[in-house]
């Protein structure tokens, strides 16, 4: 038995999901006492640094594209071959798409977008959210392993993963080209993004209290200074004042950056869904009673027209020696 971690690459490129999906199976399989193992469709060489028992690298020339039917057949075979007590995925596009075929074709169900767990008696048990973030539920498994569940971006931290010494095997599945039934398609809109906000280690957040898209600029100032991508929350997207792709929330993108300054943004539950994964929240709001300082480990009440400039003027000082 033990927690193998399915991880993703796009093109080559391993995806910052991945890492926190290795954490979180290294920490599950030290509190189920049993071995971590890892396995990609791709090229693992990273692996062999990894704290893991064994990885795999999933290679077929008919998984060079992805499709679902090829990707459930190859994962089938290597879980059939593993045996593991718990099967992790990131939450991915890619993983919603074939995941819940692989757990009808192994006869189990799949726990998504998982944002913690824990081990009782033996046995895992997930957390996940409903309406929205304002319900987490508890969820465990009646039936024989493997038990599957996919995991929440930011759920986990990549700083995390254990670095170690590890054997990377070579895992060919007997795949024919009649078992793809379908063309592989073009890459998820996830991956044609101009932005990859889950990538980014700083974001500057613009809010709602911005009050126009004049002043945009003033927030993209700071960002600027940070060395930060710039994000918003939906009424700024909805408004128009910025793309759709630039939306942080439980409707845009879930991110988990090393730092995550909120100008002007409230806090409705939508949006902390999407960045409560933080590790470093700083809200700047006039409003003290906003939500977003529940969540904030540091809060700046004030005015951000004041306070923005203020601090990204005193940012590119420090930046540049100045007193």
């Known amino acids: 038995m033990s927690v193998l971690a399915i991880l993703e690459q ?7 999901i991945s890492w926190e999906t290795l954490a979180a199976a290294q920490k599950m399989a030290a509190e189920m006492g049993v071995p971590p193992v890892a396995a990609v469709i791709g090229e693992a060489r990273e692996l062999a640094s990894k704290r893991l028992e064994r990885a795999y690298a999933v290679e077929h020339p008919l998984l060079r594209d992805y499709t679902a039917d090829g990707y459930t057949i190859a994962l089938r075979q290597l879980i059939e071959k593993v045996k593991p007590l718990v099967v992790l995925f990131p939450h991915t596009y890619q993983v919603r798409d074939f995941a819940p075929k692989l757990a009808t074709a192994l006869g189990r169900v799949l726990v ?15 957390t996940r959210q409903l ?12 039936g024989p392993p493997p038990y599957l569940a996919s995991l929440q971006a930011g759920a986990h931290a990549v700083d995390q993963v254990e670095d170690g010494i590890c054997q990377v095997e070579t895992f060919t599945p007997e795949l024919s080209p009649n078992q ?28 709602r209290g911005i009050q126009g898209a004049e002043n945009i600029s003033l927030v993209q100032r700071l960002a600027d ?12 997207c909805d408004s128009g004042w910025l793309p759709a792709e630039r939306q942080v929330g439980s409707s845009g993108q879930t991110v988990a950056p090393k730092l995550y300054i909120a100008v002007g943004v409230s806090g409705a ?27 904030a480990d540091y809060g700046i009440v004030g005015d951000l027209f004041e306070v923005v400039p203020a601090l990204a003027d005193e940012i590119r000082a420090q930046k540049q020696g100045g007193p």
Not at 132 to 139: A, E, T
Not at 180 to 207: K, M, N
Not at 225 to 236: D, F, I, Y
Not at 279 to 292: E, G, H, L, R
């Open 180 to 207: 793809i039934r379908t063309r592989p398609a073009p890459p998820f809109r996830e991956a044609q993004r101009a932005v990859d906000l889950a990538s980014a280690e700083r974001i500057v957040c613009a809010g």
């Open 225 to 236: 200074a940070l060395g930060a991508e710039l994000a918003a929350s939906r009424p700024v």
């Open 269 to 295: 539950i939508q949006h902390l869904v999407g960045m409560k994964g933080s590790k470093t929240i700083v809200a700047i709001n006039k409003d003290a009673t906003a939500p977003i300082f529940e969540i």
């Open 131 to 142: 309406f929205q973030g304002r319900l987490n539920v508890d969820i465990g498994f009646s």
């Open 10 to 16: 796009d093109r080559g490129e391993w995806r910052p």
């Open 112 to 126: 998504s977008d998982v944002v913690s767990h824990r081990a009782e008696n033996g046995q895992p048990i997930f």
